[in-house]
């Protein structure tokens, strides 16, 4: 319930939080006076939940956060990936049709 449900996922992921919690759902999170906006990619009750995130106006980051249930207790594993910056300076060039990054290509390019 700590991915899905709207009152406890505020509780871990910002002091103050405002979202639409389903896939293509807004995100917007407060946290020390700094504020991220983004949307929701994946959902999938109750192990996995899959956003973006950035600073207004700037790159966005993908984050998954994964439970797994383990004999004494719950492994949590979240990932952060690179912005699209980042990975174009790699010399990674992927674009979508309109001559812009994809948020779904650019989370390829960084696991592939």
Known sequence: QALTDPG????WLADEAEFD???GGDLVVRTDGEE???FFEEIEEPRRLVFW???PGGELARVEVDLAELDDGTRVRV???????TVDAFGIGIESESGGASPQM????IVG
Do not use: K
């Open 36 to 38: 991220r906006e983004g």
């Open 53 to 55: 995130w950035g600073e």
């Open 106 to 109: 650019s989370a390829l390019a």
């Open 8 to 11: 406890q996922v505020e509780e």
């Open 79 to 85: 990932i952060e990936s690179r912005p699209l910056v």
């Open 21 to 23: 919690l389903r896939p």
